[in-house]
Structures are given as C-alpha cells and as structure tokens.
C-alpha cells in the first residue's frame, strides 16, 4: 500500500483500476474505524475539465460498496460524464454523534474528504449533488441542509427521514429479527428521548429553511412510506420547495434501482435550471421522466 503526500493527515490510497475506479482509505479521528471510499469516473477523465460530482450513502448496515451491488456505477460515471464518489458511513447515520466522538461523519465529510476530492480531481464546484437511500437518504438530506451552500441539490430515496421509535423497531424486528437498529441509534443520538427528534429531517426544516429544492422519493409498501408521506406534508405547510415521488416498491435494490434513475434526472435538471447561478427549482415529475443527460 503506497502512502500519499499530503496535507490531510494518515490518508492511504490503493488503485484498483488506474483509469475509472480507484479506493481510498481514511484514518480518521472522526469515523470509528477506517474509511473506504470508492471513486468512478469516466475513462477520458483529464484534468483540464470539470466534472460534476455525486456523493452516494449506503443504507444501514451495509457500506461503501452497497450501491454498486444493484448499480453500474462505472457505466453510470461513464454515461453522464461524472466522478461518483461511496464514502463508508459505518452506523453514524451520516451526522455528529453528541455523544460518540469516533462518530462524527459530517466533521469527517468537510473537514478531509471534500477537500481530498478537490486535491484530487478538477470538480465543477456548481455541480455538486448527493443521494442516499434508507439511512443514507436520511444522511443526503441531514447534510444537503446543513451545508446548502457546497451541494446543488440532493436526493434521498426510501429515507429514514424521522427517528420515530416504533418505526425503527419495527423495522429491526423485520429485517434483523432483533432491536440492532434502536441500540446503534442510542450510541449515535444518545437514550431515546425528545432529543432524537431535533435530528428528524422536519425539525431541521423548522430551523432553517433551505434555498435550494430537494427530491425524495419513497416506495408504496415500504414500511418507511408513513414518515416520507408525513415530511411531504411538512414541506407544503413550510413552503419548502420540494420535489416527493412514490411509486410500487419496497425497501429493496429493486425499487432503489428504479428510484436512482429519477435522482439523476432530477440532478439533470438542476443544472439546466439554475443552481449554478443561485436560483431554486421546482421539477414537475412529468418533466424528470423526460430528461436524458
């Protein structure tokens, strides 16, 4: 394993592929163990071009490599001219633990990855996105609010987008047979409480309301669809300017499959609409189904 120079500190680098896919592995103070990050890019990638940037979040439990288990990431990066980037968000679910100090995601995002990529790689700094799906949606949108100003636009899709108690234990009883999901919540958010509502992705509307839209997208018989159905409606009494989509689907690699392709249309359409120059958009979904890059 070859050592970089750098100014970030015990970052390590392994190529597995010297043109489209590349690992990187960060030591970091903020993340509970080391960080795997995954990079695609296209094959006539040059450094004197700039290349709009999408940031993918795994779902819980899994890791950095969960995307590219049902999405050709390469062929997407290769597709649509992009440098797509899979950080490992371990349980953090993608935010600053107030109880945890290995557990702070977003400090780990800004302070040494945001600024690896742009050691790195030539970034159109207008063209920033970021997806994620269940926990990871949760964490596109929780960082797309707290940072508007670095993204253009975010998606999530099938997103813990509210830390409801009964939810989540549902949710750990069916997928894992146990309380797993409620445990790692209380070493991130500290004993359940009112606290762990300030975290919801509502609660932090009522804060700070964003300049920019946002898509989020859910599928009619996840068990997750009754939270995404209720930040709807908080959008609409907010006037936030969000884009909500539901379709058949579950919570599986079958819907997310599907749903990805609609973030990438709606990316699509934020560069045609103007983040670049400050503006926000509204997308009717009749127009994103439309779109090709």
Known sequence: M??????LPFIFFLSISAVAQETHVFHSK?????DTVRFFRPDSYHSGKKYSLLYLLHGYPENYLQWGTF???????EKYDLIIVC????????LNSPVQKNSRFEDFFFQELAPYIQ??????RRHIFISGLSMGGYGALHLFLAHSGYFSAAASTSGTVRFDYAVMKTASMRFFGDDRVLKDLSKILGPHGPGWDRFSIESVLKIQKPAKGFYFDCGTEDLLLPMNNELDLACKRLDIRAVYHTESGQHDPAYWQKAFQHHLDYFKLAQLSGPASGQTIIIPLSIVSLVHW
């Open 71 to 77: 999405i050709d990431l390469k062929a997407v990066a």
């Open 2 to 7: 070859k050592k970089l120079k750098t100014t």
């Open 87 to 94: 950080p490992n968000g371990y349980r953090t679910w993608y």
């Open 30 to 34: 903020y993340m509970p163990g080391p």
């Open 119 to 124: 050691q790195h790689y030539t970034i159109d």
